[in-house]
Structures are given as C-alpha cells and as structure tokens.
C-alpha cells in the first residue's frame, strides 16, 4: 500500500510548521513528466501526488496519476483514481479517455467503449483521447484501433512521445513488429532518448532480431545506466542464449 500513500491529501498536517522550498506546482509537474517519459511511473506517480498536494485542481495531474497506474497494472487503483477525479472534473476528455482505458484492460469491454465515446463526445481532440480509443479498440479486438492511432498521431506531427505512447500500447496488445514501426519513427525525432531505444530493444527481441536488440538495449543503458529494464532483458538474453548453446550440444551428444 505505500505507493499510494502520497495519493491521498492528509490535511491533519496543514498546520505543520515546514522549511521553505523552493519546489512548486510547476517544479513537480516538470519532474513527473520528465519521470513518465523516461519510463519511471512510480516515480512520475509520486510526483503527481506533489502537484495535487499544491493544487488540488490540477485536472492534468489527476489524468496523470490514473495513466500512471494503468501503465503500473493497477488497473483498479486506475478506475479508483479516475471517478475520485471525475468527481470534480466530470467532462474532462482525457479523464474520460483514462478510465476507459483502466477499464478496458481491466476486462469491462462495454464499459470501456462507453467511456471513450464519452470522451470523443467531449470534443476531446487531443492525441491522448484517441490513443486510448485505439487502446480499447484493440482490447476489444477490432479493426479500428489503425484509424484512432493514426488520428492522434496526425493532432500531433512528429512528437515522439506520442508515437512512443502508441508503440507502447502496440506492444502491450502483443503487436510487436506495428510497434517497432512507431518506436523507429520516435527514434527519428529524438534519438537520445533511452525509454524509446528500451521498447525498440524488447521489439526486436520479441521479433527475433536479437542483435540489433542487444545493441539498442546496450544504447538505452549508455544514455540511463539506471535503466534497470534494459539490464535485466540484456541478461535474459544471455541467459537464454547459453539455454539454446546448452540444448544443442545436448541434442548432439545424444544423437546417434
């Protein structure tokens, strides 16, 4: 339970006598989406947490805080966080989309496609509302999730965090080879970006291309040696590298 402590705002320490900081609402903003983009959600959870404990109506550090748990797996902490926001923010379109998403991958396929239309109703033209349509699309297993990604990447040309958004949800779906697509396109606008070199690399590990995922996961851990995800897949390679070399000298001596 502790990652969600600093969800909830205990106002029986507003009398507290703090230390000056010079850390604000901007300040941890800027921190829990440098966090998000690099991949850390819990990190990028805790900091959306901060911002709320400034100012409770910050409708996009609410948003943040539920896609920060979708991307966790907590898919009913997600739902939890969603209506507690909706409760202020009842026809925000991002909040909708969130939810949606939270309840899509958490198997209310009906409910999730509610949601979404709900969002899209809401004018929401925002890249988000449609890359998480496109997200309960492919939960529900249908052939319009390519038109919903396209439309958020259109509403927002050649931004990387988008097409990594959307790869990531590719790959999530088990769609490895559409989402190394988008994952190469990000690559192309912002090649020094480690969380995007760590999805090409479990890409094509997934794909069988294992040396160029070697070599991508090798480039995520050179710009973020604290990348634990790049270390980790690296050593499952090698692992089941020697695993393959074992069976085949087995097979060998075995062998008539």
Same mark, same amino acid.
């Given at each position: 339970m /502790? ?8 106002h ?16 941890? !903003? ?5 966090? #998000? ?5 819990? /990190?990028a ?6 911002v ?19 991307? !966790? ?6 739902? +939890? ?7 202020? *923010? /009842? ?5 909708l /989309?969130?939810? @949606? ?7 209310d ?6 949601? =979404? ?6 004018r ?13 699309m ?10 919903? *990604? ?10 990387? #965090? ?9 790959? #999530?779906?088990?769609?490895?080879? +559409? ?5 190469? +396109? ?11 070199? !760590? ?9 069988g ?6 070599? =991508?996961?090798? +480039? ?9 995800? @790049? ?10 590298g020697? =695993?393959?070399?074992l069976? =085949? ?8």
């Amino acid at each position: 339970m /502790s990652r969600f402590v600093n969800l909830e705002f205990n106002h029986e320490s507003e009398g507290r006598t703090e230390p000056a900081r010079a850390k604000d609402e901007a300040y941890y !903003l800027a921190e829990a989406q440098g966090a #998000f983009e690099q991949g850390r959600f819990e /990190s990028a959870l805790r900091a959306y947490g901060k911002v709320l404990e400034h100012n409770p109506q910050a409708v996009g550090a609410w948003t943040g805080q539920v896609r920060a748990l979708i991307e !966790l797996g907590e898919y009913p902490k997600a739902r +939890q966080w969603a209506d507690k926001a909706l409760e202020r *923010f /009842s026809g925000d379109a991002e909040l909708l /989309s969130a939810k @949606a998403v939270a309840l899509a991958r958490g198997g209310d396929l009906q409910g999730a496609l509610a949601f =979404s239309d709900a969002a899209v109703e809401e004018r929401g033209q925002t890249p988000y509302v449609w890359l998480a349509r496109g997200d309960v699309m492919l939960a529900r297993a249908e052939q319009r999730a390519d038109y919903c *990604f396209d439309k958020a990447l259109a509403l927002a040309p050649r931004n990387w #965090f988008v097409a990594w958004l959307a790869a990531r949800i590719r790959y #999530f779906y088990e769609q490895f080879a +559409q989402a190394l697509r988008l994952v190469r +396109q990000a690559l192309e606008w912002n090649p020094g970006q480690s969380s995007l070199w !760590l999805l090409a690399g479990l890409c094509q590990r997934e794909v069988g291309l294992t040396g160029a995922a070697r070599t =991508s996961l090798d +480039q995520a851990r050179q710009l973020d040696p604290r990348c634990v995800e @790049a270390a980790q897949a690296l050593r499952d390679m090698a692992a089941a590298g020697w =695993s393959a070399k074992l069976r =085949s000298l087995w097979r060998r001596w075995i062998s008539p």
